[in-house]
């Protein structure tokens, strides 16, 4: 089956740094986004990694290793508002345009 | 800055009544998705759609659904006969092609009751 893993909650404070990471397994792969949503709003486009290596744009970066499946987002000096549930998710190069979404991580940043 | 739309913001029908989602997607994009979103769960991919016609389905896209692009700016979804368990949040969403960025709509909160 195709499924995407991430933790399910991170808390940090203000000013800190988080990594959440993804790791994943499906059929195909063109490669790894990430979304931010906040309650009540719809998915907001972050960032996308089609090969290994780091992206980076402001304050979040994005990691990706094809070989370990594996991604992570990367968000620096966290601010309050940056609290929000955030989707790994992976596009099927099988199919070409099915993008299968992790079950997110909720993360909490305090003062 | 454009924008994906769509109405209405919250629908309400009766069980076995038919819905239409109604989307418009940035103009130039060329790719036109369909999501769902349970409260409190993970986005799920029902519906990809392009050049006039639909690229893949998942398995929750079954015969009850329906998509169309009647002009060249609206992108629909019908539900042709709800059930309690299709109240969810449904997004839209487009992308121009190549990088992967998808632009999501706001979104329709269905409430079926």
């Known amino acids: 089956g195709q499924s995407l893993e991430q933790p399910s909650e991170v808390t940090a404070v203000e000013g800190a740094i988080v990594q959440i990471n993804c790791t994943y397994q499906t059929s195909g792969f063109y490669g790894l986004s990430w979304y931010q949503q906040h309650d009540g709003g719809a998915p907001t486009f972050l960032s996308y990694n089609a090969l290994d290596g780091l992206e980076e744009t402001g304050r979040f970066s994005s990691f990706l290793s094809r070989s370990d499946s594996y991604g992570y987002l990367l968000l620096q000096e966290l601010q309050m508002k940056d609290s929000a549930s955030y989707f790994c998710?992976?596009?099927?190069?099988?199919?070409?345009?099915?993008?299968?979404f992790g079950a997110g991580t909720r993360l909490f940043v305090k003062a | 800055e454009p924008e994906v739309t769509q109405t209405p913001s919250h629908q309400v029908t009766q069980m076995g009544q038919e819905v239409i989602l109604r989307c418009v997607p940035i103009?130039?994009?060329?790719?036109f998705y369909w999501y769902r979103q349970i409260l409190g769960q993970k986005v799920e991919f029902l519906v990809s759609?392009?050049?006039?016609?639909?690229?893949?389905k998942s398995e929750i896209f079954d015969d009850q659904f329906s998509v169309e692009r009647p002009d060249g700016s609206n992108f629909t979804l019908k539900i042709r006969s709800t059930k309690l368990e299709d109240s969810a949040m449904y997004f839209c969403?487009?992308?121009?092609?190549?990088?992967?960025?998808?632009?999501f709509g706001p979104g329709t909160r269905l409430t079926v009751l």
């Open positions: 969403a487009s992308m121009i092609g190549g990088a992967d960025t998808q632009y």
């Open positions: 759609f392009y050049n006039n016609e639909i690229s893949e």
């Open positions: 998710a992976v596009r099927d190069q099988d199919g070409g345009f099915k993008t299968i």
């Open positions: 103009s130039n994009h060329l790719y």
